[in-house]
C-alpha cells in the first residue's frame, strides 16, 4: 500500500551536482511529512532533510545546509534533494522516508558516490 522509489543516485566528481527523486504512493492524504537520511560505510543511519507536506516548512542538518534543498511536486507526488557542490563525505547511500498516518516508512536506498 505505502511505497517508495527512489531514483538518481549514481557517481559524480566532487563539486558537482545531482538531483534524487522518492516517488510516493498510496493515500497521499495519510502523507504528513517526507525526508531524507543517509549512511556512510562505519558510520551510523544520520538525517540529512525534511519536508512538512502540510506547511512546506523544511529542514536540514548542518552538514547540508546551503548545499542541499528539498522539494516537491505534487502533481507527481514527488519529493526532491537537489545536492549541490557534492563533497566526498557525501558518498553514502540515500534512504528517503516518510510519516504515513502514525507510522514510518522507508525506501530502500539509493548510491550516492562523489569522487575526489
Known amino acids: 500500500q505505502v511505497q517508495l522509489v527512489e531514483s538518481g543516485g549514481g557517481l559524480v566528481q566532487a563539486g558537482g551536482s545531482l538531483r534524487l527523486s522518492c516517488a510516493a504512493s498510496g493515500r497521499t492524504s495519510r502523507y504528513y511529512a517526507m525526508g531524507w537520511f543517509r549512511q556512510a560505510p562505519g558510520k551510523e543511519r544520520e538525517f540529512v532533510s525534511a519536508l512538512d507536506l502540510s506547511g512546506g516548512i523544511t529542514a536540514y542538518a548542518d552538514s547540508v545546509k546551503g548545499r542541499f534543498t528539498i522539494s516537491r511536486d505534487n502533481a507527481k507526488n514527488t519529493v526532491y534533494l537537489q545536492m549541490n557542490n557534492l563533497k566526498s563525505e557525501d558518498t553514502a547511500v540515500y534512504y528517503c522516508?516518510?510519516?504515513?498516518?502514525?507510522?514510518?516508512?522507508w525506501g530502500q536506498g539509493t548510491q550516492v558516490t562523489v569522487s575526489s
Open positions: 522516508n516518510a510519516l504515513v498516518g502514525f507510522q514510518i516508512y
